[in-house]
């Protein structure tokens, strides 16, 4: 059984930094992509990074050079280093593993930002 377990969230102030972690279970954590994606109020989901089982990142480009994406195989978890924060970065985060043509989601952490 997949498991995805996000945490780290909270109430900051612009500008402060914050990192998320996604702990996995019930996959070979080591040989999957993980993904991080969030959700603010009213509107769709949205890609925000990625790295792959040979550490190689990606991020969207309005979290470029502010987040920073890592994982640690051996804690099976995957982390979101975000700094220099927004307003506009307040939304609920989602981890995410693809297996196949199936997503597994976590059950999000709510990241608000204040200005």
């Known amino acids: 059984q997949v498991q995805l377990a996000e945490s780290g969230g909270g109430l900051v102030q612009a500008g402060e930094s914050l990192r998320l972690s996604c702990s996995a279970s019930?996959?070979?954590?080591?040989?999957?992509?993980l993904r991080w994606y969030r959700q603010a109020p009213g509107k769709q989901r949205e890609f925000v990074a990625l790295?792959?089982?040979?550490?190689?990142?990606d991020l969207a480009d309005p979290v470029k050079g502010r987040f920073t994406i890592s994982r640690d195989n051996a804690k099976a978890t995957v982390y979101l280093q975000m700094s220099s924060l927004k307003p506009n970065d307040t939304a609920v985060y989602y981890c995410?593993?693809?297996?196949?043509?199936?997503?597994?989601w976590g059950q999000g952490t709510q990241v608000t930002v204040s200005s």
């Open positions: 019930g996959i070979t954590f080591k040989l999957n992509t």
């Open positions: 790295i792959t089982s040979l550490f190689h990142t």
């Open positions: 995410n593993v693809q297996l196949g043509t199936r997503n597994y």
